[in-house]
């Protein structure tokens, strides 16, 4: 019941491991974080170091780490994913006409220094797929082309075939607003969520591909057609409602996604049992999609999901949101 | 003229002559019979018989040959007795303690003649005449066991030939050899799928080759193929310094006929029409009779010059190994000269047929020539461990079945049921040779993984196909070099700072600071009564405030508002 009464953002909270490595840092202990990461499997550890280098207090840790030891691409990896992190902070998440030239030139000074680290990295340890990963970020950040951001995932999957986080930035890329077109993301989206085993997270993808349609036209009727409600019931049954699903490191994206892609396509029952296996947690992506920040988003959400049985949280849920201001900082 | 006899045992002749005399030993066993894994063991057995022979002072010189391996020397009658008794000995109990140091020769030698001609290969694949073009694999690991294993099978007296020439046979030779039998020639030749085929192959050269069987026609259309590109490409065009085609009699009962013509590499293409062109008019019997008869003759006197020299001994020494009874000198001038425009034509064609082209950089010749394929149609199942050095388009699949490299498009595959070699190094780096002479090279730290899959392919090398080799320097072991391109990254260093000054902009600050001041001030108005909430009216005159639980829940909201504004300017706090 308490549970339904709050809304947790924090990127580690779901995650023991993720808070395990967030003790590490916050101890400033490098080899305790290395250790941790080590431990994980290959999209969790991405997961994981992606979380290290958006931390706020990781500070010059990865840096010194990475100083020490150039060998290290567990540093390597949370040092350009700091970097990046660094850079877009600057930027913003609006679109590029409303970032200013100078925010631009910081944003690619920044992630060319990532791109200078990933590179060093990747040379001693080609097989990272942290280190591909975010080198799937610059190539975006940095514009450099469809062509770079193929090449860079297909050195990805020949090491993990199914790594989710790298799919997620290639869809991205592949989306028109980064310069692709909708035909190209939905063949990666749809041949890469398909090829996963069973149970894996990475039927994601076509929901995301449904989220990025809705976010270009929101008025659109991409997520309520029938076709779409079949595609994200068959990606929940291979994924969320399988029975092989999982909850390793970056489960909670995955089931915010559908909760939100089976919000928008009214699909209230699918919508009430993903907040059911959600609880308190809540991603930033994709709620940060919708006006007003991503916590009133998800308990707008949860209200309309569960109606009128919502009882006591969804008056809860509709207090807060009431109260919550229609813009919002986000800080992470 | 050559007069047959015996030498304990070992069929010889004698050709008399002006000259010195000069005698060969001469085995029916070369580099064609070796199995790949060995190669190189033929050759080291040569230096090693000769190796107490070079304490005498005479000249005296050892040929390993793809199908023959001969003892030559020259001297006085005495020597040779001494030479031939020598290398017999020496035949009987090899000086295994002079191993290493021969290696050590075998290599510096090695290193200095080993060119690589793809040809070979490309016809005859790792076996057979095939072999000649690879490198000595066996030498690091061959023992003296292995060695005394092939010397007794090969070196023998029923598999020598012995040959003399000079002024007059001296007496008294003998040849205590080890007993054992004739050794079949190496297996036929088995034409190729493809032909008249042609492949790529360096910037330039044309190479030329083809296979025939053996007959006097072959050399008299050698001669003539020679005479006429020499003609074309250098006398009229002036496109090759080198245009020529040379032949060689094979154990197998053929003749293999090779052209090379060297060209400059914006005249390649002139130079392969050149070849192909003077190749179809052979083919079609567009020669001058002139031609013919010029070559017919040039070749009877040099058959009848080198018969008084002796030099046709060697040959006739090496055809007695293969059951084929010496000519004498006019039966082969009459097989000369009664070579006509249409034996030359019916070998043309054969020779045509079955011809292999190795075309410069990226030249093709005309219609008639099909591509050789050079990409594996199959693949084995199995890992896949991609490159380290290109990632996304370079792997090897190790399987049971075998490996399988894939770079891009191209595959090349070698199936261990179909393997000619595999080269292990101490370190584990490990070399496939395919028996169609397809090679794949595992190099473990090229490939992410793959140490870890060589020792279960290690034990699933068929037995006696292994060779080891020598330990490598360290430095030459190679390292990955990744290929990541980029775009022209800005210039300026970034703020490469810890924590940068990367924070939200001041008007958010300013907006909750707002926010915490309107929720302080009311409810500061409410607790000091400066506002009464049930005092407040709404427009259709009722007193929505006028309860306890509604004042309460409107505090609640106004505290709730002021509560999320001060946590969210400490987590800016924060931030910054």
Same mark, same amino acid.
């Given at each position: 019941?308490?549970?339904?009464?709050?809304?947790?953002?924090?990127? $580690?909270?779901?995650?023991?491991?993720?808070?395990?490595?967030?003790?590490?840092?916050?101890?400033?202990?490098?080899?305790?974080?290395?250790?941790?990461?080590?431990?994980?499997?290959?999209?969790?550890?991405?997961?994981?170091?992606?979380?290290?280098?958006?931390?706020?207090?990781?500070?010059?840790?990865?840096?010194?780490?990475?100083?020490?030891?150039?060998?290290?691409?567990?540093?390597?990896?949370?040092?350009?994913?700091?970097?990046?992190?660094?850079?877009?902070?600057?930027?913003?998440?609006?679109?590029?006409?409303?970032?200013?030239?100078?925010?631009?030139?910081?944003?690619?000074?920044?992630?060319?220094?990532?791109?200078?680290?990933?590179?060093?990295?990747?040379?001693?340890?080609?097989?990272?797929?942290?280190?591909?990963?975010?080198?799937?970020?610059?190539?975006?950040?940095?514009?450099?082309?469809?062509?770079?951001?193929?090449?860079?995932?297909?050195?990805?999957?020949?090491?993990?075939?199914?790594?989710?986080?790298?799919? $997620?930035?290639?869809?991205?890329?592949?989306?028109?607003?980064?310069?692709?077109?909708?035909?190209?993301?939905?063949?990666?989206?749809?041949?890469?969520?398909?090829?996963?085993?069973?149970?894996?997270?990475?039927?994601?993808?076509?929901?995301?591909?449904?989220?990025?349609?809705?976010?270009?036209?929101?008025?659109?009727?991409?997520? $309520?057609?029938?076709?779409?409600?079949?595609?994200?019931?068959?990606?929940?049954?291979? $994924?969320?409602?399988?029975?092989?699903?999982?909850?390793?490191?970056?489960?909670?994206?995955?089931?915010?996604?559908?909760?939100?892609?089976?919000?928008?396509?009214?699909?209230?029952?699918?919508?009430?049992?993903?907040?059911?296996?959600?609880?308190?947690?809540?991603?930033?992506?994709?709620?940060?999609?919708?006006?007003?920040?991503?916590?009133?988003?998800?308990?707008?959400?949860?209200?309309?999901?569960?109606?009128?049985?919502?009882?006591?949280?969804?008056?809860?849920?509709?207090?807060?949101?009431?109260?919550?201001?229609?813009?919002?900082?986000?800080?992470? | 003229?050559?007069?047959?006899?015996?030498?304990?045992?070992?069929?010889?002749?004698?050709?008399?002559?002006?000259?010195?005399?000069?005698?060969?030993?001469?085995?029916?066993?070369?580099?064609?019979?070796?199995?790949?894994?060995?190669?190189?063991?033929?050759?080291?057995?040569?230096? !090693?018989?000769?190796?107490? *022979?070079?304490?005498?002072?005479?000249?005296?010189?050892?040929?390993?040959?793809?199908?023959?391996?001969?003892?030559?020397?020259?001297?006085?009658?005495?020597?040779?007795?001494?030479?031939?008794?020598?290398?017999?000995?020496?035949?009987?109990?090899?000086?295994?303690?002079?191993?290493?140091?021969?290696?050590?020769?075998?290599?510096?030698?090695?290193?200095?003649?080993?060119?690589?001609?793809?040809?070979?290969?490309?016809?005859?694949?790792?076996?057979?005449?095939?072999?000649?073009?690879?490198?000595?694999?066996?030498?690091?690991?061959?023992?003296?066991?292995?060695?005394?294993?092939?010397?007794?099978?090969?070196?023998?007296?029923?598999?020598?030939? !012995?040959?003399?020439?000079? #002024?007059?046979?001296?007496?008294?030779?003998?040849?205590?050899?080890?007993?054992?039998?004739?050794?079949?020639?190496?297996?036929?030749?088995?034409?190729? #799928?493809?032909?008249?085929?042609?492949?790529?192959?360096?910037?330039?050269?044309?190479?030329?080759?083809?296979?025939?069987?053996?007959?006097?026609?072959?050399?008299?259309?050698?001669?003539?193929?020679?005479?006429?590109?020499?003609?074309?490409?250098?006398?009229?065009?002036?496109?090759?310094?080198?245009?020529?085609?040379?032949?060689? #009699?094979?154990?197998?009962?053929?003749?293999?006929?090779?052209?090379?013509?060297?060209?400059?590499?914006?005249?390649?293409?002139?130079?392969?029409?050149?070849?192909?062109?003077?190749?179809?008019?052979?083919?079609?019997?567009?020669?001058?009779?002139?031609?013919?008869?010029?070559?017919?003759?040039?070749?009877?006197?040099?058959?009848?010059?080198?018969?008084?020299?002796?030099?046709?001994?060697?040959?006739?020494?090496?055809?007695?190994?293969?059951?084929?009874?010496?000519?004498?000198?006019?039966?082969?001038?009459?097989?000369?000269?009664?070579?006509?425009?249409?034996?030359?034509?019916?070998?043309?064609?054969?020779?045509?047929?079955?011809?292999?082209?190795?075309?410069?950089?990226?030249?093709?010749?005309?219609?008639?020539?099909?591509?050789?394929?050079?990409?594996?149609?199959?693949?084995?199942?199995?890992?896949?461990?991609?490159?380290?050095?290109?990632?996304?388009?370079?792997?090897?699949?190790?399987?049971?079945?075998?490996?399988?490299?894939?770079?891009?498009?191209?595959?090349?595959?070698?199936?261990?049921?179909?393997?000619?070699?595999?080269?292990?190094?101490?370190?584990?780096?490990?070399?496939?040779?395919?028996?169609?002479?397809?090679?794949?090279?595992?190099?473990?730290?090229?490939?992410?993984?793959?140490?870890?899959?060589?020792?279960?392919?290690?034990?699933?090398?068929?037995?006696?196909?292994?060779?080891?080799?020598?330990?490598?320097?360290?430095?030459?072991?190679?390292?990955?070099?990744?290929?990541?391109?980029?775009?022209?990254?800005?210039?300026?260093?970034?703020?490469?700072?810890?924590?940068?000054?990367?924070?939200?902009?001041?008007?958010?600050?300013?907006?909750?600071?707002?926010?915490?001041?309107?929720?302080?001030?009311?409810?500061?108005?409410?607790?000091?009564?400066?506002?009464?909430? *049930?005092?407040?009216?709404?427009?259709?005159?009722?007193?929505?405030?006028?309860?306890?639980?509604?004042?309460?829940?409107?505090?609640?909201?106004?505290?709730?508002?002021?509560?999320?504004?001060?946590?969210?300017?400490?987590?800016?706090?924060?931030?910054?």
């Amino acid at each position: 019941m308490l549970d339904r009464l709050v809304v947790r953002l924090s990127p $580690s909270a779901p995650y023991p491991e993720a808070r395990a490595l967030v003790d590490r840092v916050e101890a400033g202990d490098w080899a305790g974080c290395r250790r941790i990461a080590g431990e994980a499997e290959p999209s969790a550890r991405t997961e994981l170091i992606r979380l290290l280098g958006e931390h706020s207090r990781l500070g010059g840790l990865a840096g010194r780490a990475l100083a020490a030891d150039p060998q290290d691409s567990v540093a390597a990896a949370a040092r350009a994913f700091q970097l990046i992190h660094q850079g877009w902070q600057v930027r913003g998440q609006a679109r590029a006409r409303h970032v200013s030239a100078r925010q631009f030139g910081t944003f690619h000074r920044y992630l060319a220094e990532a791109e200078k680290v990933l590179h060093a990295g990747l040379t001693g340890a080609a097989h990272d797929t942290a280190l591909w990963t975010a080198a799937l970020v610059t190539a975006r950040g940095l514009q450099m082309g469809l062509d770079h951001a193929w090449y860079r995932y297909e050195s990805l999957a020949a090491f993990d075939p199914h790594h989710l986080p790298g799919q $997620s930035h290639l869809l991205q890329h592949l989306c028109p607003k980064w310069g692709g077109d909708w035909a190209q993301a939905e063949e990666f989206a749809r041949t890469a969520g398909r090829a996963a085993p069973d149970g894996a997270h990475n039927a994601m993808l076509i929901v995301d591909l449904y989220l990025e349609k809705w976010l270009e036209r929101p008025g659109g009727r991409d997520l $309520s057609s029938a076709r779409a409600r079949a595609d994200l019931h068959e990606a929940a049954d291979r $994924s969320v409602r399988h029975p092989a699903f999982r909850r390793t490191v970056g489960w909670v994206p995955v089931v915010n996604s559908f909760a939100m892609a089976f919000g928008l396509a009214g699909e209230r029952a699918a919508a009430k049992q993903m907040f059911a296996v959600l609880g308190p947690y809540a991603s930033e992506f994709p709620w940060a999609y919708h006006r007003g920040g991503p916590a009133p988003a998800f308990r707008r959400s949860r209200i309309r999901a569960y109606g009128l049985s919502g009882g006591l949280p969804s008056a809860v849920d509709a207090l807060v949101v009431a109260v919550s201001p229609l813009t919002r900082y986000v800080t992470s | 003229m050559s007069i047959p006899f015996e030498v304990d045992g070992v069929p010889a002749l004698f050709a008399e002559s002006s000259g010195p005399l000069r005698a060969g030993l001469v085995f029916r066993v070369g580099q064609a019979d070796e199995p790949l894994a060995r190669r190189g063991i033929t050759h080291l057995i040569e230096h !090693l018989a000769l190796h107490d *022979a070079g304490a005498a002072g005479h000249d005296h010189n050892g040929v390993t040959a793809p199908d023959f391996t001969v003892f030559l020397t020259q001297g006085t009658a005495e020597e040779v007795r001494s030479f031939l008794a020598g290398v017999g000995a020496s035949l009987r109990d090899l000086p295994a303690g002079r191993l290493p140091v021969e290696k050590e020769i075998l290599r510096a030698e090695e290193a200095a003649h080993h060119g690589d001609d793809e040809m070979p290969v490309r016809r005859y694949g790792a076996r057979g005449y095939g072999l000649v073009a690879y490198p000595e694999f066996g030498l690091a690991g061959l023992g003296a066991e292995d060695l005394r294993e092939w010397a007794d099978r090969y070196v023998v007296r029923g598999n020598a030939a !012995l040959w003399i020439t000079g #002024p007059q046979l001296p007496d008294g030779l003998r040849l205590d050899l080890p007993e054992g039998e004739r050794q079949a020639p190496p297996a036929a030749w088995a034409p190729l #799928p493809v032909t008249p085929g042609h492949f790529p192959g360096p910037d330039g050269v044309v190479v030329w080759d083809t296979v025939v069987p053996r007959e006097t026609t072959a050399t008299v259309y050698t001669r003539l193929l020679s005479r006429e590109l020499r003609r074309t490409l250098r006398h009229e065009n002036g496109l090759s310094c080198t245009a020529a085609a040379d032949h060689t #009699p094979l154990a197998d009962g053929t003749t293999r006929i090779v052209v090379l013509a060297d060209a400059l590499p914006d005249k390649q293409s002139l130079v392969l029409d050149g070849v192909t062109g003077v190749l179809d008019r052979l083919r079609r019997g567009e020669f001058g009779d002139a031609d013919l008869t010029t070559v017919v003759e040039q070749h009877g006197d040099e058959l009848a010059q080198a018969d008084r020299r002796g030099d046709r001994a060697p040959r006739q020494a090496a055809d007695l190994l293969l059951g084929r009874p010496p000519a004498d000198l006019d039966t082969a001038l009459a097989q000369v000269r009664a070579v006509t425009r249409a034996d030359v034509t019916r070998v043309a064609l054969a020779a045509f047929a079955a011809g292999l082209l190795q075309t410069p950089g990226d030249t093709t010749p005309g219609d008639g020539w099909t591509a050789v394929p050079a990409v594996s149609a199959e693949q084995v199942a199995g890992q896949a461990y991609p490159s380290l050095s290109v990632p996304a388009h370079h792997r090897v699949i190790v399987g049971d079945d075998g490996a399988t490299l894939v770079e891009g498009g191209r595959l090349t595959t070698v199936r261990l049921d179909a393997c000619a070699a595999v080269l292990a190094w101490p370190d584990g780096a490990r070399h496939l040779i395919g028996a169609d002479g397809s090679e794949i090279h595992l190099e473990p730290a090229l490939f992410h993984g793959l140490a870890a899959a060589l020792p279960d392919l290690d034990r699933r090398i068929p037995a006696g196909l292994r060779a080891d080799m020598a330990p490598r320097d360290p430095k030459n072991i190679p390292r990955p070099r990744l290929v990541l391109p980029t775009v022209r990254l800005p210039e300026e260093p970034a703020a490469p700072s810890p924590s940068p000054a990367v924070g939200p902009p001041p008007s958010v600050r300013r907006k909750y600071l707002l926010n915490l001041a309107l929720c302080a001030g009311v409810l500061l108005a409410v607790v000091t009564g400066v506002v009464d909430l *049930a005092e407040i009216r709404w427009v259709t005159g009722t007193y929505p405030l006028a309860g306890l639980p509604a004042q309460l829940l409107a505090m609640g909201l106004v505290a709730a508002r002021g509560g999320w504004a001060l946590r969210e300017l400490l987590r800016l706090r924060e931030a910054r």
